[in-house]
Structure formats: structure tokens, C-alpha cells
Antibody, heavy 122, light 107 residues
Framework: QVLLVQSGAEMKKPGAAVRVSCKTS????????IHWVRQAPGQRLEWMGW????????KFSEKFQARVSITRDTSATIVYMDLTSLTSEDTAVYFC???????????????WGQGTLVTVSS | EVVLTQSPATLSASPGEKATLSCRAS??????LAWYQQKPGQPPRVLIS???AGATGSPARFSGSGSETEFTLTIDGLQSEDSAIYYC?????????FGPGTRVEIK
């Protein structure tokens, strides 16, 4: 069974950084890209970026390019998303999601992690 | 960036009825469009990919159609558990983008 299990909720102050992890299991970790998508309250889903887990190549939305990084630990089959310089507008649920098949770089997402709430407040 | 618009914003229908949800793209995305269902407190679940291909585990009452800039998700025979928000997503162009969603309410 393919599972993506994310780290727990975070509370951060403006200007801080956050790391969200996505522990994967049940499939060949190196063959499927992992994406990060966020959902702010009352807003549409927003794609942030993607990592080719096999070679660590990344691609980001221009909106987040300067503040986001995505890395992976192949031995632990975990993907990390770091977001810096947080503001209240970064308050959102952050999801990791896997590409649906090997080599699918631009695709839909299936399955998804359960989501991690990041709250940014002074 | 490809902007997706969805209509209606909210749809209210009775069990057994047919629901038709629309997604319009600002540019041609060919058949590279997916539909998701999201219930409160849960991540989205893919229902349809490649505009019309049913996802594994997606009930047969969900079907998708369309191409280029006009797409439709049809729920044929609404059930109470279909109460959710439905999103479309294009994966033809970077950045990948989502529509604002259609809320489906079951009377």
C-alpha cells in the first residue's frame, strides 16, 4: 500500500522558516516524483514545486522560487519541504503528493499525504 | 499561467439527480486535466485524469469529458457521500494550476 505520512502541525512566527516532512512507503521511492501543494483558508489549491527523487532535480512555481526548497533522504524515503521568510499569508495546509506513475513529471497527483497545518502568527 | 475557472460555485441537488460541473481553461491544455474530490479535513482524491479516464477506485457514476479549454465532470445519480468540493487541475503547462472548486451539496 502506497502511503505518504506527513509531519505534525507547526506554529511559527513571521520571518521564521518551517520544514515539513513526507515519509513515503509501499513503492520504489526513487522512481516517482513528489510534489508539494498548499491550501490556504478559503483559497484554491496551489502547486509549489516538485522533486525528481531519483536525481534531486527540483522545479518550483515562480511564486515560491526564492523561498522554498525541496530535498529528499533516499535512505529514509523522506521528502522535505522548507519554506523561509514566513508571513501570515503562508498560513495553510501543506500537502505532499506523488506522481501517479514512473517518470510522470507533469501530471495529476495520486496519492496525497494527509496534510500539515502551518500557522504563522505573532 | 493557465487560469482555470469552475462553475457553478455551488450546486445543490437531490439524491439520484445528475450533477454537471464545468471547468474552463484560459489556454488550450489538450486532454491534460484531472478532477478531484475533497471532503473536509481530507486531502483531495483524484476521480478523473486525462480529461475522461476514471481513476482506480473512482465510482462509475463519475465521468469526465472535454478537451482543449472546456471540460465537464458529471455525477450521474448523486449520493449523499458525494457532498464535497470538486477541483479541476491542469498539468499541460507549468506551473500546474487548480480551479477554485465547485461545492456540491446534497439536499
Amino acid at each position: 500500500q502506497v502511503l505518504l505520512v506527513q509531519s505534525g502541525a507547526e506554529m511559527k512566527k513571521p520571518g521564521a522558516a518551517v520544514r515539513v516532512s513526507c515519509k513515503t512507503s509501499g513503492y520504489d521511492f526513487n522512481n516517482y516524483p513528489i510534489h508539494w501543494v498548499r491550501q490556504a483558508p478559503g483559497q484554491r489549491l496551489e502547486w509549489m514545486g516538485w522533486i525528481n527523487v531519483g536525481n534531486a532535480d527540483t522545479k518550483f512555481s515562480e511564486k515560491f522560487q526564492a523561498r522554498v526548497s525541496i530535498t529528499r533522504d533516499t535512505s529514509a524515503t523522506i521528502v522535505y519541504m522548507d519554506l523561509t521568510s514566513l508571513t501570515s499569508e503562508d498560513t495553510a495546509v501543506y500537502f505532499c503528493a506523488r506522481a501517479p506513475y514512473v517518470g510522470a513529471f507533469s501530471s495529476w497527483f495520486d496519492p496525497w499525504g494527509q496534510g500539515t497545518l502551518v500557522t504563522v502568527s505573532s | 499561467e493557465v487560469v482555470l475557472t469552475q462553475s457553478p460555485a455551488t450546486l445543490s441537488a437531490s439524491p439520484g439527480e445528475k450533477a454537471t460541473l464545468s471547468c474552463r481553461a484560459s489556454q488550450n491544455v489538450h486532454y491534460n486535466l484531472a478532477w478531484y474530490q475533497q471532503k473536509p479535513g481530507q486531502p483531495p482524491r483524484v476521480l478523473i485524469s486525462s480529461a475522461s479516464a476514471g481513476a482506480t477506485g473512482s465510482p462509475a457514476r463519475f465521468s469526465g469529458s472535454g478537451s482543449e479549454t472546456e471540460f465537464t465532470l458529471t455525477i450521474d445519480g448523486l449520493q449523499s457521500e458525494d457532498s464535497a468540493i470538486y477541483y479541476c487541475q491542469q498539468y499541460n503547462n507549468w506551473p500546474l494550476t487548480f480551479g477554485p472548486g465547485t461545492r456540491v451539496e446534497i439536499k
